[in-house]
Every structure is written in structure tokens, then in C-alpha cells.
């Protein structure tokens, strides 16, 4: 990956929606390469550099991060929160991508700072539509804070 491309960090431990996923964002020919990681440790040694992705450029940031909050080891909203806290980070687009529809999960990703909140709808042409306009909206509209 050189430092022109623009890609996607998925946060996402169940292999079911990380296929689901990956072929939604190819069916509505979302290009962009996409990086997925399998829990919440992983994901904050990705974002931080360090550990397994210590060689990672600390400087190419993700064009989205979809981060699910069911996840071992470190849930997503220990991620989110760990984002948030750091300045190198903190502007990181995520959006929040899971199944749970808790109010508590809601207002927690909303308070700790997630740009947007999307249920996983089981339909799949739904669940395509909903990444179609996620595409579009922080793929191509969005104005990212890091060039």
C-alpha cells in the first residue's frame, strides 16, 4: 500500500459480516483496499503502530474506519474511546458498524465521539444500500482531516 492509497480499516471479528462486507463495498464497486483486523487490540496496534504493524506509516491514516462493538479481547468501545483520547488519531473518521440496536451502545458511541451509527440490517439488499451510501457519503463527499 503506498501513501496515495485511500483505504478502509475494518474492525469486524465475525468472518460471516466481514464476507458479507467485503462483498457488499465490491458489489457497489467501492475500490478502495480494505484492511481488516479481528479484535480490539489489534485494531488500536494497527491505528498506533505498534507491535505486529510497528513498520505501519504512522502518517497514512485510514480513509474510514468501520469498527464493529462486539469484538474479543477489547471491545469497540475501548477502541473508540482509545481513538478519541489521542491526538494523533482523534479526527479519525469511524463509524460504527454492528448489530446491537442497545440504546446504551447508541448514546455510548455517540458520546465517545463515533461520527455515525449503523445497525447491520439482515437483509442483505438492504445491507447493500446502507454501504452503497456509506461509500458514497465518507468515500467521495466526506472532506477528511488527513491528507
Given at each position: 500500500?503506498?501513501?496515495?492509497?485511500?483505504?478502509?480499516?475494518?474492525?469486524?471479528?465475525?468472518?460471516?459480516?466481514?464476507?458479507?462486507?467485503?462483498?457488499?463495498?465490491?458489489?457497489?464497486?467501492?475500490?478502495?483496499?480494505?484492511?481488516?483486523?479481528?479484535?480490539?487490540?489489534?485494531?488500536?496496534?494497527?491505528?498506533?503502530?505498534?507491535?505486529?504493524?510497528?513498520?505501519?506509516?504512522?502518517?497514512?491514516?485510514p480513509?474510514?474506519?468501520?469498527?464493529?462493538?462486539?469484538l474479543?479481547?477489547?471491545?469497540?468501545?475501548?477502541?473508540?474511546?482509545?481513538?478519541?483520547?489521542?491526538?494523533?488519531?482523534?479526527?479519525?473518521?469511524?463509524?460504527?458498524l454492528?448489530?446491537?440496536?442497545?440504546?446504551?451502545?447508541?448514546?455510548?458511541?455517540?458520546?465517545?465521539?463515533?461520527?455515525?451509527?449503523?445497525?447491520?440490517?439482515?437483509?442483505?439488499?438492504?445491507?447493500?444500500?446502507?454501504?452503497?451510501?456509506?461509500?458514497?457519503?465518507?468515500?467521495?463527499?466526506?472532506?477528511?482531516?488527513?491528507?
Amino acid at each position: 500500500m503506498n501513501t496515495s492509497d485511500k483505504y478502509i480499516l475494518l474492525i469486524e471479528d465475525n468472518p460471516d459480516d466481514e464476507a458479507l462486507t467485503l462483498r457488499a463495498l465490491k458489489k457497489n464497486n467501492i475500490s478502495n483496499a480494505v484492511h481488516v483486523v479481528r479484535d480490539g487490540v489489534e485494531a488500536l496496534d494497527f491505528l498506533f503502530c505498534r507491535n505486529a504493524y510497528a513498520d505501519r506509516d504512522p502518517g497514512h491514516h485510514p480513509q474510514l474506519v468501520l469498527l464493529d462493538l462486539k469484538l474479543p479481547r477489547l471491545d469497540g468501545l475501548e477502541v473508540l474511546k482509545a481513538v478519541r483520547e489521542n491526538e494523533k488519531t482523534r479526527c479519525q473518521p469511524v463509524v460504527i458498524l454492528t448489530t446491537s440496536n442497545e440504546d446504551k451502545d447508541i448514546i455510548g458511541s455517540y458520546e465517545l465521539g463515533a461520527n455515525s451509527y449503523i445497525r447491520k440490517p439482515v437483509d442483505f439488499d438492504q445491507f447493500m444500500e446502507a454501504v452503497r451510501q456509506l461509500g458514497l457519503y465518507w468515500l467521495v463527499l466526506n472532506e477528511q482531516p488527513y491528507k
